[in-house]
């Protein structure tokens, strides 16, 4: 079972690297190969928990629907922060402190690394439940406190969030 998701896992990676590499010489080949190996004997459990299950597949299946939204939200973004670049007196920096309601690591992972990949705004820091977030401006602040992104990740993840409005929420 474990050489099956090894190999699952280097023909995954090797075919990134073919694809982001462009290169198919032998030596770009070679190296390809030998990193996929590695990675994929090092490393083949974060791709493949084990065991498998339904759980998984569902999971995997919410983050391919995530992905679309969030490169939504980056492109929205971007447009926002092309607007500030033509009206400077709109940007208002500021670093923003609010409270998560996620309870596994891998969902604050993904919160943490889909407000950094939003223009105009960079996780900081996380302190257990504490994301500490710079915001380029006002509307870049209140999306990320509004708590869209935060329910659509807890759904990526099958967690459950109680309602209700941050009441932690402020600024440093």
């Given at each position: 079972?474990?050489?099956?998701?090894?190999?699952?896992?280097?023909?995954?990676?090797f075919?990134?690297?073919?694809?982001?590499?462009?290169?198919?010489?032998?030596?770009?080949?070679?190296?390809?190969?030998?990193?996929?190996?590695?990675?994929?004997?090092?490393?083949?459990?974060?791709?493949?928990?084990?065991?498998?299950?339904?759980?998984?597949?569902?999971?995997?299946?919410?983050?391919?629907?995530?992905?679309?939204?969030?490169?939504?939200?980056v492109?929205?973004?971007?447009?926002?922060v092309?607007?500030?670049v033509?009206?400077?007196?709109?940007?208002?920096?500021r670093?923003?402190?609010?409270?998560?309601?996620?309870?596994?690591?891998s969902?604050?992972?993904?919160?943490?690394?889909?407000?950094?990949?939003?223009?105009?705004?960079?996780?900081?820091?996380?302190?257990?439940?504490?994301?500490?977030?710079?915001?380029?401006?006002?509307?870049?602040a209140?999306?990320?406190l509004?708590?869209?992104?935060?329910?659509?990740?807890?759904?990526v993840?099958?967690?459950?969030?109680?309602?209700?409005s941050?009441?932690?929420?402020?600024?440093?």
């Open positions: 079972m474990a050489r099956a998701r090894r190999l699952r896992a280097f023909v995954i990676l075919a990134f690297w073919l694809v982001f590499s462009g290169y198919f010489d032998p030596l770009h080949i070679g190296l390809g190969v030998l990193c996929s190996a590695l990675v994929a004997v090092f490393s083949h459990d974060l791709l493949f928990p084990y065991p498998p299950s339904s759980h998984t597949a569902r999971t995997m299946w919410r983050l391919a629907a995530f992905i679309p939204w969030l490169i939504w939200q492109i929205g973004a971007n447009l926002h092309v607007y500030l033509f009206r400077p007196s709109q940007i208002r920096p670093v923003i402190r609010f409270r998560t309601k996620l309870t596994h690591d969902s604050k992972l993904l919160f943490g690394n889909s407000i950094t990949l939003t223009p105009g705004t960079v996780t900081m820091d996380i302190e257990e439940d504490e994301f500490f977030v710079h915001a380029i401006s006002d509307k870049a209140n999306d990320t509004s708590g869209d992104m935060e329910y659509r990740v807890a759904h993840f099958s967690e459950t969030l109680g309602t209700g941050r009441s932690n929420a402020g600024e440093k």
